[in-house]
């Protein structure tokens, strides 16, 4: 896995970034890269990992330094996430739904006393999981059928929760979820409501682990709750606006994800790169042929153009501008490019890329997932649209 070195080029970054970039990437690849094969083929993130990930902040970067955290910016964990995934996109995604989707949600809906409960314990030990989707709410995101309850009146009021959640990123892992239900089903998304929702709740259990095609070591998992009483103080946000936390939140980790893609479409590049200038046919390595050599500039080409769109939706995040369109322009081009540039590697490396003994195999499998997750990439093109001829 040591053929990763960083992108082409290091794009509007400033010295602070470029060290932050340098030392998550020297991280990856001293304490993610050995691990990779195993981890996948367990299908299990490995704990000891899990633990250095928090001791070295890239669990917290957002959160800031009164609660434990790094203090640092949205862009920063953009950073963070494309470097890592450029080693293993598995454990890009667990960093990435926990900073970009998790610790975001509550330092921007969470109240002063949640926000001291939970922010220490996301920055030292606690993994979050974002519980939305639902056997119905793929692309219709807000037609679920989780049901909240309210039991009681005033400050000893709670809510009963009943329902299935499907394909919850992180949940083997996570310790708290973020979980929409709807308490109004008459008022539509309206009646939709966000909870903070720990692990050993009475009534909330883990069910089945998908066996998937890539990511594997990321662990997707059904959640059921059965009568799960959640006191009101755990409510995120005001009663019917989970609606809203839930869209602004998913705007911000499409970029996230974007940045999962990028990172695996430059490692694939620096695995394809290596093998070219390695392998030999007919007398000489395969990087002296002009063909070859075209198509990996194709590749890097089209790489630095999604990484352009992701820094740009980043920057514009934390800037407090508008980024909604941006944001789908980097998600739907950046899954593009992963599929694409991952493809490629396996057919530079030949049947050699078609074995598991050869990192390019899991890239592969593991870039399809871009497309799906986060708002499909017919999501994306939907808001695209939307946006652009608004403007015409």
């Known amino acids: 896995m040591a053929a990763y070195t960083g992108p082409f080029a290091l794009t509007q970054l400033g010295q602070d970034e470029q060290l932050f970039r340098k030392t998550v990437r020297e991280i990856a690849l001293e304490e993610i890269a050995p691990l990779v094969r195993e981890m996948d083929e367990a299908q299990q993130m490995n704990p000891g990992l899990i633990r250095k990930l928090f001791d070295l902040g890239l669990m917290g970067i957002e959160i800031p330094e009164q609660y434990g955290g790094a203090a640092g910016s949205f862009f920063e964990a953009i950073l963070a996430v494309e470097e890592i995934s450029a080693v293993d996109p598995s454990v890009g995604v667990l960093v990435d739904v926990q900073n970009t989707l998790c610790i975001n949600a ?8 949640q926000k001291m409960r939970y922010l220490p314990r996301l920055a030292t030990d606690t993994i979050g999981a974002y519980a939305l989707s639902e056997a119905a709410s793929g692309s219709d995101a807000f037609a679920l059928e989780t049901r909240a309850t309210r039991r009681g009146a005033g400050s000893d009021a709670d809510f009963v929760l009943n329902g299935q ?6 949940a083997k892992e996570a310790s708290l979820f973020i979980v929409f239900a709807t308490m109004d089903q008459a008022a539509g998304y309206k009646g ?6 720990e692990k050993n709740t009475p009534g909330f259990t883990l069910g089945r682990k998908e066996d998937k095609l890539g990511i594997r070591a990321s662990s997707t998992c059904e959640l059921i709750f059965r009568d799960c009483i959640v006191p009101a ?28 893609m990028l990172g695996l479409a430059q490692g694939a590049w620096g695995h394809a790169a290596k093998w070219a200038k390695q392998r030999k046919q007919f007398g000489k390595p395969l990087a002296e042929f002009q ?6 500039a194709e590749m890097a080409t089209s ?9 740009n939706a980043a920057r514009l995040k934390d800037s407090g501008a508008e980024f909604l369109k941006e944001a789908a322009m980097a998600k739907v081009f950046t899954s593009q490019v992963a599929e694409k540039v991952a493809s490629l590697a396996v057919e530079i490396y030949g049947g050699s890329g078609f074995v598991k003994d050869y990192p390019v195999e899991k890239l592969y499998r593991d870039a399809k997932i871009g497309k799906i997750y986060e708002g499909t990439s017919f999501m994306q093109l939907a808001t695209i649209a939307k946006l652009t001829l608004a403007k015409v």
Request: proline share 2%; no cysteine; glycine share 8%.
């Open 303 to 311: 790489i630095e153009a999604a990484r352009l769109l992701v820094y």
């Open 291 to 296: 063909a070859m050599q075209f198509q990996l």
């Open 233 to 260: 103080t755990q409510m995120l946000g005001q009663p019917g606006k989970g609606y809203k936390i839930a869209i602004e939140t998913l705007n911000e980790g499409r970029i996230g994800i974007a940045a999962q």
């Open 165 to 170: 959640k499907l394909w919850i990123t992180n």
């Open 106 to 113: 509550l330092i921007r809906w969470a109240n002063d006393e």
């Open 192 to 197: 939709i409501t966000a909870f903070l929702v």
